[in-house]
């Protein structure tokens, strides 16, 4: 337990930054499971005298030299000069990391929260014409603070997110769109703020007494001088949970090096501050933001109009820039004729970084530790490896394990790695995957997977019952983590987890919030696991399951199956497979890994977006026509979606 609390702090410190693609941080982490692997005995040595299989992803984004934006409106008086608003960069506005890049001119309407939504009925768009204009949107949704609100009740519903804000408008015909926060989530912020100062100020004073009774104790200079290092970092973060008291708080989203624009020509999207733009909304329609969003709120009706006579003029300068990273492989390796038959044992090193597009705390540019997602992963990972290298006999078959880099950023890690596999997949009896095994309660274990292979349910059983768990068996193959890397592969696959919580994707998810005595558990189930796959006389025979795995990221909003993997490394139109799920809606109907989706039910896809957008339209049953490109040729399909779960 004291190993496995040790690597988790140190994954999900303030030192390691996140473990975000890019960062300094996530080298140290991949040095780290290196020095684990070597120091446990497993054979690091596989990629040039090296345990680091490296990957150059070109999927970064930074802001260039040449953003600027301005409001021009009516004259203030008859006769006047044009109204000209110059916005400040990172003051006032800044662009967001999923926007295209250039230059604009047009005129700007206000369309609620940019949503169209017909099963509530409610639309933004309704009798609103923005073709060839700029959109003014909210986050969010409307009446976040009603549990039965149609939209998902106290949940974010699918209509919440950027991408599908962004998506909406520009099926609507937009050039280009701003966002600002809504009135509810600015006064959650500082609800929460207030509640975290209190927290925060309290543990300040216990530091500071605990300072006391060092020094009176006489304890040596550097241990003192770490208490102090620790007592300034809780008071910067006083200051800052400060700021967000303040009457006039309201924040920026982070321009974060996140995925630049799923399309080349993404419209321009831009954050900016509602204090700036609430005062035009005000002139252009006679009330301000509040008002609206109390109207919308109160009677589910959309306020939308142009606001007539403003125009938003200004350039979007984004680059894209290349980043390597690395896959950390280690080698227990087998003796006999079987050696190189093995088992993959692999977690997700990554993680957010500092926030931005994937986070649920994205107020501020601020470590999301990842101490659950996923270094709890990577530690039982670790762990078990220890546990499995230490058998005094070698095994028949061998055993792989990899910590993967880039799951966050679309499997980047696994999907390489399956692509470019040390020894040939067709030697891979099994794959093991942890991922969020940090927060074991009421010994709830979930395993997915379960019915990939045969043997799978009575070997879990078995193995599971010295340890107390209450198992959660799950029969599905797929899901969103690095395991459905392998199973497209036909490769049975387990997916060990221990269930969502608050904290996921958040600045909040840290290491003192782990159960380490269960991650303990886990790791010796799953070296048990792992064992039994390595010594048994049967090799696991692999069944392709139905539907799919929804882990709950945000409330409401299920879409039916299509049984895709997106690539999301491809860079021209369409929606791009880097495989199909075995069994699933799209293998049945004939579609293979390289596809690329070009046309769904008559609409036209151009972005993992549109598909996603296009998928909500319809529920499980419903056949649609597909047209996709494949090696230059165009092939139409039906699909009859299926359900999810």
């Known amino acids: 337990e004291r190993r496995l609390a040790e690597t988790v702090q140190y994954l999900a410190s303030e030192q390691l930054e996140g473990r975000g693609v890019g960062t300094k941080g996530l080298d140290l982490a991949a040095e780290y499971i290196a020095q684990q692997f070597a120091q446990a005995g497993l054979k690091t040595d596989l990629y040039e005298r090296t ?56 005129p700007l309407a206000f369309a609620g929260y940019s949503i169209t939504a017909p099963n509530l009925p409610y639309d933004d768009y309704a009798g609103l014409d923005v073709q060839g204009k700029a959109v003014l949107v909210l986050r969010h949704e409307p009446q976040q603070a009603d549990p039965k609100s149609p939209f998902a ?23 280009a769109i701003l966002i600002c926060s809504d009135r509810f989530d600015l006064e959650k912020a500082a609800a929460e703020a207030r509640k975290s100062w209190y927290e925060t100020k309290e543990r300040l004073a216990r530091l500071e007494e605990e300072l006391k009774q060092k020094t009176a104790a006489g304890l040596p200079d550097a241990v003192l001088q770490a208490h102090r290092r620790q007592i300034e970092r809780v008071q910067k973060e006083l200051a800052e949970l400060e700021s967000k008291l303040q009457p006039e708080y309201d924040p920026l989203m982070p321009f974060e090096s996140g995925p630049p624009p799923a399309r080349k020509d993404e419209i321009p999207v831009l954050y900016c501050r509602r204090a700036v733009v609430d005062p035009i909304v005000e002139l ?31 350039r979007v300068d984004i680059q ?6 690395k896959n950390v492989v280690g080698l227990i390796e087998a003796q006999g004729p079987l050696a190189r038959q093995h088992i993959i044992l692999g977690a997700h090193y990554d993680h957010l970084g500092y926030g ?28 078990a490896a220890r546990l499995l290298a230490s058998r005094k006999e070698k095994f028949q078959r061998s055993v792989l394990c990899i910590a993967f880099t880039g799951e966050e950023r679309g499997l980047v890690g696994s999907r390489h790695y399956a692509q470019h596999p040390f020894w040939p997949l067709d030697q891979c009896i099994a794959m093991i995957n942890l991922d969020m095994v940090g927060r074991l309660t009421e010994d709830r274990l979930t395993v997915m997977g379960v019915g990939t292979a045969k043997q799978f349910a009575a070997l879990l059983d078995q193995l599971s019952a010295p340890y107390g768990f209450d198992l959660r068996k799950v029969s ?24 969502m919580h608050g904290d996921y994707h958040r600045s909040t998810d840290t290491a003192d919030k782990l159960n380490i005595a269960g991650m303990r558990r886990i790791a010796q189930l799953v070296a048990d696991v792992v064992e039994a796959l390595a010594t048994g006389a049967e090799v696991p025979e692999y069944v392709a399951t139905t539907g799919g795995i929804q882990i709950p990221l945000i409330g409401g909003g ?59 339209k319809h529920k499980p049953g419903d056949k649609v026509r597909l047209v996709a490109r494949r090696n230059g040729q165009q ?5 009859t979606l299926a359900p999810r779960n």
């Open 153 to 175: 009740g106290l949940q974010p519903s699918e209509h919440a997110p950027f991408v599908r804000k962004v998506a909406n408008a520009r099926e609507h015909g937009a050039k």
């Open 284 to 314: 252009s329609l006679g009330k301000d933001l509040a008002t609206i969003e109390t109207q919308i709120d109160q009677t589910l009706k959309p306020q939308s109009a142009p606001l007539d006579g403003w125009r938003v003029v200004g």
């Open 558 to 616: 299920d879409r039916p199956f299509l049984g895709t993997v997106p690539d999301f490394e491809h860079q021209g139109e369409g929606y791009a497979l880097s495989d199909v799920v075995p069994g699933g809606p799209a293998e049945k109907a004939g579609l293979r890994a390289g596809d690329v989706i070009v046309q769904f039910d008559g609409q036209p896809i151009r972005s993992l977006t549109d598909i996603e957008a296009a998928l909500r």
């Open 320 to 325: 894209t820039q290349s980043v390597e990273v």
């Open 476 to 499: 599905s193959g797929a899901g969103p983590s690095d395991h459905i890397s392998f199973y497209t592969r036909q490769i049975p696959v387990l997916h060990f987890f221990t269930g």
């Open 635 to 639: 092939v139409e399909v039906e699909v």
């Open 51 to 106: 345990p680091f299989q490296k990957i150059v992803l070109s999927r970064g984004a930074k802001l260039g030299p040449d953003n600027r934006l301005r409001l021009v409106g009516p004259p203030s008086m008859p006769g006047g000069p044009p109204q000209v608003l110059e916005l400040r960069l990172g003051e006032d506005y800044t662009p967001m990391s999923l926007s295209g890049s250039g230059q604009f001119d047009l």
């Open 356 to 383: 931005g597009l994937g986070s649920l705390s994205p107020w501020r540019r601020v470590v999301h530790p990842g101490a659950d997602d996923n270094a709890s992963g990577t530690a039982v990972m670790l762990e």
